[in-house]
T-cell receptor, first 113, second 116 residues
Framework: AQSVTQLGSHVSVSEGALVLLRCNYS??????LFWYVQYPNQGLQLLLK??????LVKGINGFEAEFKKSETSFHLTKPSAHMSDAAEYFC???????????FGAGTRLFVKA | ETGVTQTPRHLVMGMTNKKSLKCEQH?????MYWYKQSAKKPLELMFV???????ENNSVPSRFSPECPNSSHLFLHLHTLQPEDSALYLC???????????????FGQGTRLTVV
């Protein structure tokens, strides 16, 4: 069975500071991994995804994530936070060939001026 | 129209009412999904349709009834709901190729449902 754990339901950073949102997964096969962002009163928008190949994945809005198989992690980072990054972020895992994407509980990012 | 469109954006209904949520995707995808997002709970997959056939039903109560008349449209028919059904209902679509699932989903903006 697959599962996703996002460490920290809330993360607060100052504008210009590093953003680090943590995601760990469990999967019996190498999974596909995703990060989505949700702004208030909106649906989820894909930030980036890992399927195969290069383990460092770059996404939109300056975000990137690194797939670390040995640590079963897929943490999301951004070097410098902007006020507009304040939102909820979801990590998700999906088995290749399986249609059921499992979402983490989400991490709400607050950005202080 | 582009992407995934959901209507209405907000819905308030009584427990004895019957209403429907509508989702339309303009991406040419062949799979569509209904998710329920409640406060402080992970996103819950309710139904999955592939090529207009239901392939997953996660033990959802029968007061929720999905309908997928074609690959572009998805409905969620609601009747005799309970207050705990109040949530954001999200529709999504994806393109599954030759049985290879696991591609990214594109989400609509959701319908905020309040049951009174």
């Amino acid at each position: 069975a697959q599962s996703v754990t996002q460490l920290g339901s809330h993360v607060s950073v100052s504008e210009g500071a590093l953003v680090l949102l943590r995601c760990n997964y469990s999967s019996s096969v190498p999974p596909y991994l995703f990060w989505y962002v949700q702004y208030p009163n909106q649906g989820l928008q894909l930030l980036l995804k890992y399927t195969t190949g290069a383990t460092l994945v770059k996404g939109i809005n300056g975000f990137e994530a690194e797939f670390k198989k040995s640590e079963t992690s897929f943490h999301l980072t951004k070097p410098s936070a902007h006020m507009s990054d304040a939102a909820e972020y979801f990590c998700a895992v999906s088995p290749p060939g399986g249609f059921k994407t499992i979402f983490g509980a989400g991490t709400r990012l607050f950005v202080k001026a | 129209e582009t992407g995934v469109t959901q209507t209405p954006r907000h819905l308030v209904m009584g427990m004895t009412n019957k209403k429907s949520l509508k989702c339309e995707q303009h991406l040419g995808h062949n799979a569509m999904y209904w998710y329920k997002q409640s406060a402080k709970k992970p996103l819950e997959l309710m139904f999955v349709y592939s090529l207009e056939e239901r392939v997953e039903n996660n033990s959802v109560p029968s007061r929720f009834s999905p309908e997928c008349p074609n690959s572009s449209h998805l409905f969620l028919h609601l009747h005799t709901l309970q207050p705990e059904d109040s949530a954001l209902y999200l529709c999504a679509s994806s393109q599954e190729r030759g049985g290879l699932w696991g591609t990214e989903a594109f989400f609509g903006q959701g319908t905020r449902l309040t049951v009174v």
